[in-house]
């Protein structure tokens, strides 16, 4: 939806783009809004515009137009281009949008397009993922409903606020390095190292971290070493095999604190020649992981082709 929102703001360069809108009775929506601006903005134009501006930010993103006019019996939709007020620039509206709305939006923008005797402003606002954006003008937050910006309940604030400050674990690892130059049997690659990283992209602490790994089976790889480390930094228990195909459980006495990682398990590991080439079309890792206010993750890790040259050439 906020792409088709930005193409369309792109896409309009003249009044004729706008008058388009006007002939194809394209109505006010969650998305569309349009604003008489004949007149200098006032305090009450000023209110009316941190409200739109504030319901479009919490919601899907959107497009106010000013200068065009709505049909006095049929209020959402539009009727003709009447203008903007020669004191109503961009300048302006940028002072307005600056003071009136917090914390500040990021990437909206705004274009005034004129035939030489009709102005209009147009204004793209984006969906945002670091609001709720309060309107400084009413101390209120706004959202879209239909084709109104209306006043967010409680709930719908505390669901706002609370949607962002969420743990997002994901594992990775990291390839690969030589472990040791000798082989585990003749039809063997090398032992290589793998690292693996829990990794917290969210916004929120990530306590009570646990999770299941299943890695391939026997038939395509030999595991021979988990680190110390590791071994002191999860728990014990006999779940958790360091050899062999999973699923492992493992649980981690510790916080991942967002943006950072944690290198929870390493691995030295051989692959059977004889399977590489099915292993390269395989999902090398499955993972499922666990946290305090975070909805269970899922994932999978697939080798590199940079890993796979390597093997090749061992």
Same mark, same amino acid.
């Given at each position: 939806?906020?792409?088709?929102?930005?193409?369309?703001?792109?896409?309009?360069?003249?009044?004729?783009?706008?008058?388009?809108?006007?002939?194809?009775?394209?109505?006010?929506?969650?998305?569309?809004?349009?604003?008489?601006?004949?007149?200098?903005?006032?305090?009450?134009?000023?209110?009316?515009?941190?409200?739109?501006?504030?319901?479009?930010?919490?919601?899907?993103?959107?497009?106010?137009?000013?200068?065009?006019?709505?049909?006095?019996?049929?209020?959402?939709?539009?009727?003709?281009?009447?203008?903007?007020?020669?004191?109503?620039?961009?300048?302006?509206?940028?002072?307005?949008?600056?003071?009136?709305?917090?914390?500040?939006?990021?990437?909206?923008?705004?274009?005034?397009?004129?035939?030489?005797?009709?102005?209009?402003?147009?204004?793209?606002?984006?969906?945002?993922?670091?609001?709720?954006? &309060?309107?400084?003008?009413?101390?209120?937050?706004?959202?879209?409903?239909?084709?109104?910006?209306?006043?967010?309940?409680?709930?719908?604030?505390?669901?706002?606020?609370?949607?962002?400050?969420?743990?997002?674990?994901?594992?990775?690892?990291?390839?690969?390095?030589?472990?040791?130059?000798?082989?585990? &049997?003749?039809?063997?690659?090398?032992?290589?190292?793998?690292?693996?990283?829990?990794?917290?992209?969210?916004?929120?602490?990530?306590?009570?971290?646990?999770?299941?790994?299943?890695?391939?089976?026997?038939?395509?790889?030999?595991?021979?070493?988990?680190?110390?480390?590791?071994?002191?930094?999860?728990? &014990?228990?006999?779940?958790?095999?360091?050899?062999?195909?999973?699923?492992?459980?493992?649980?981690?006495?510790?916080?991942?604190?967002?943006?950072?990682?944690?290198?929870?398990?390493?691995?030295?590991?051989?692959?059977?020649?004889?399977?590489?080439?099915?292993?390269?079309?395989?999902?090398?890792?499955?993972?499922?992981?666990?946290?305090?206010?975070?909805?269970?993750?899922?994932?999978?890790?697939?080798?590199?082709?940079?890993?796979?040259?390597?093997?090749?050439?061992?």
């Amino acid at each position: 939806m906020s792409d088709s929102i930005k193409n369309l703001y792109d896409s309009m360069t003249t009044i004729d783009d706008v008058q388009k809108l006007i002939d194809d009775e394209e109505r006010e929506s969650v998305t569309l809004d349009y604003k008489q601006a004949e007149r200098r903005w006032n305090h009450t134009a000023k209110e009316k515009i941190a409200k739109h501006i504030s319901a479009f930010s919490n919601s899907e993103g959107g497009i106010l137009i000013f200068g065009v006019q709505c049909d006095d019996a049929d209020k959402d939709k539009p009727k003709a281009i009447t203008g903007l007020h020669p004191q109503n620039g961009v300048e302006d509206f940028d002072r307005i949008v600056t003071a009136a709305i917090r914390p500040e939006i990021n990437g909206w923008q705004r274009k005034k397009i004129t035939n030489g005797k009709l102005a209009v402003l147009l204004v793209y606002i984006p969906a945002s993922d670091a609001g709720p954006h &309060q309107s400084m003008k009413h101390k209120q937050y706004f959202h879209r409903s239909g084709a109104q910006s209306i006043a967010m309940e409680h709930y719908l604030v505390q669901r706002y606020f609370g949607k962002h400050y969420h743990p997002q674990l994901e594992i990775e690892i990291l390839e690969p390095s030589r472990f040791r130059a000798t082989y585990p &049997q003749r039809e063997w690659t090398h032992y290589f190292s793998l690292q693996f990283l829990l990794r917290n992209r969210g916004k929120g602490n990530a306590r009570g971290c646990s999770g299941h790994i299943a890695l391939p089976s026997s038939k395509y790889i030999v595991t021979n070493h988990a680190t110390p480390y590791f071994r002191a930094q999860v728990e &014990q228990s006999r779940s958790w095999q360091s050899e062999g195909p999973g699923p492992h459980y493992f649980v981690l006495p510790r916080d991942i604190h967002p943006g950072a990682s944690f290198c929870f398990y390493e691995l030295a590991i051989a692959f059977h020649s004889q399977y590489l080439q099915e292993l390269r079309e395989l999902p090398f890792l499955h993972w499922e992981l666990y946290a305090e206010g975070m909805e269970s993750q899922k994932g999978s890790y697939t080798l590199s082709e940079h890993f796979f040259n390597l093997l090749l050439d061992s």
